[in-house]
Structures are given as structure tokens and as C-alpha cells.
């Protein structure tokens, strides 16, 4: 009974996330703050419902929802929702939660129409190791989805500026300086957790399977991406790849980052294919 409850709450959280984007897409057209602060109001509302929904829905089963693919979504859409939030109360970013509250509302249409397979129980999937990584990994990967964001207006906000005719999202955007600060600060926040992430995975793997690596494939994707991330803050630094360049790459690695978390597991298995079946 508790997990239908929890199934409810669920479905409740996705119209409100849905309702959240149509108050930013308001604001997005109209520039006017009450549409902004009905949809931040709205997000916040929605985070909230969805942590009771996992709360729910932990306390009944003892496990906490990631047994499968549409379960792992929702985890993922709960991070992406709690790292906007702190980027927006730290930042003020308003016209981020436009992306924001649509890749909310997408991940989450999705996790609710694709078929939900039978949560399979296993006692591995506990522990302090299991939930840090689990928990680490999936605020890295929002905090990293919200750099892709930054970087995709912050090539709207450059092309309007380059060709001097300034179109619909000119007036819109903030300045490209604090659209690259703005991705800096979420491209090392999402690094920082991606590379403890990874540590207490692997410490993870030792205590459950014995060693610390197995070349699974989803094992080798994480560390390409997190190759790939670690090259573009050395490039940032040393090579001075500030603005388009580091947009550009902060979009390429969230696709990597999709890939990785489902592409790996639907195409070709492995230890990690039990949350996505």
C-alpha cells in the first residue's frame, strides 16, 4: 500500500515539475518575475513531494527506489532538481531553471511511461559504500547537466553578440562572463563529487565482489568521462579554454554522461544493468 502511495506522490511530483516548466517557459517569453517565482516555487514544491515519495517508498520496501531503469531516472531527476536549487539560491542563474525545469519534466515523463520491470531486491545494494556512491554520482552528473545548460546559453548569448543582431534570448541572458562563471562553478562542483563518486565505488566493488576493478563496461565508460572532464578543467587552466571552447565541451560530456548511464547498460551490460532493466 505504501509503495502505491509512494507511486501517487510520484506521479503528483511529475505535473508539478511540468507545471514549474510552464511558469519559466512564461518567463522566458514575458520577462516578467512573478512567472520565475511561480515556477522556482513550483521546482521547490516538486523537490520537496519527490523526497517524500523516495522517503516513502524507502521506508516500506527497506530499499531505496533504484532497482530499476525508471527508478534510476527519478533518483536523477531528484539531484538534478536539489543542484538547481542550490545554484539558484547561490547565484540568482533565474533563466537556468528554464532548462532546468525541462530536463526535470522530460526525465521524468520518461521514467513514468516507459514500463517499470519488477524492483528486484538484492541485499547488495546497501550499505554506506553502496548509498555514498549512489549519492555522489548522481548530484556530480546534475551538478554536470547544469553545466551543459549554462554552456548551451551561453552559445545562444555569444552568437546573438557575434553577429550584432541581437535576437530573442539577447535581452534574456545574463552576461557571457557570468554564464562562464556560472559553468566553471558547476563544472568543479559535478567534478569534485564524480571523483569521490568513483572512489567509493570502487571501494564499493572491493567490499562486495572482491576487487576494486573489473573491467565492467560501465567501470571503463565512467572513467573515460571522468577523463574527459578532468582534460577540459587542465585545458581551462593551463590553455586558457574559457567560454565557447568550455561550453562546447561541457555539452559534449553530458552526452557522454547520457550514454554512459543508459546506452552502456541497454547495449552491452554488466554488473550496473540492474538499474536500468
Not at 517499470?116 to 549519492?135: D, L, T, V
Not at 571552447?245 to 554488466?270: D, E, P, R, V
Amino acid at each position: 500500500m505504501n509503495v502505491q502511495i509512494a507511486g501517487l506522490l510520484l506521479q503528483t511530483t511529475t505535473v508539478i515539475y511540468f507545471l514549474s516548466m510552464a511558469g519559466y517557459a512564461g518567463f522566458l517569453v514575458s520577462r516578467k518575475n512573478r512567472y520565475q517565482k511561480a515556477g522556482l516555487y513550483l521546482l521547490l514544491s516538486g523537490v520537496l513531494l519527490h523526497f517524500i515519495s523516495m522517503a516513502v517508498y524507502t521506508l516500506s520496501t527497506r530499499f531505496i527506489p533504484i532497482q530499476n531503469l525508471s527508478q534510476s531516472l527519478s533518483v536523477s531527476a531528484f539531484a538534478l532538481g536539489c543542484m538547481f536549487l542550490f545554484v539558484q539560491f547561490k547565484s540568482d542563474f533565474k533563466i537556468l531553471g528554464v532548462f532546468a525545469s525541462a530536463l526535470l519534466s522530460i526525465i521524468m515523463g520518461i521514467a513514468l511511461l516507459i514500463p517499470e520491470a519488477p524492483a528486484e531486491k538484492n541485499e547488495i545494494f546497501k550499505g554506506f559504500w553502496f548509498y555514498s556512491h549512489i549519492f555522489l554520482i548522481f548530484t556530480g552528473e546534475a551538478a554536470l547537466a547544469l553545466a551543459c545548460g549554462t554552456g548551451i546559453l551561453y552559445l545562444l548569448q555569444e552568437k546573438g553578440i557575434k553577429t550584432k543582431t541581437p535576437g530573442f534570448f539577447f535581452k534574456r541572458l545574463p552576461s557571457l562572463d557570468f554564464l562562464d562563471d556560472v559553468g566553471y562553478t558547476c563544472l568543479t562542483t559535478g567534478f569534485a563529487l564524480l571523483t569521490i563518486g568513483l572512489v567509493t565505488g570502487f571501494i564499493y566493488a572491493k567490499a562486495v565482489w572482491g576487487r576494486f576493478w573489473s573491467w565492467d563496461p560501465k567501470e571503463v565508460a565512467s572513467v573515460g568521462t571522468w577523463l574527459i572532464y578532468a582534460a577540459l578543467l587542465h585545458l581551462r587552466f593551463y590553455s586558457g579554454w574559457r567560454g565557447r571552447k568550455s561550453a562546447i565541451m561541457a555539452i559534449f560530456g553530458f552526452f557522454i554522461i547520457i550514454f554512459t548511464f543508459i546506452g552502456i547498460n541497454l547495449l552491452i551490460g554488466g554488473h550496473h544493468d540492474t538499474f536500468t532493466k
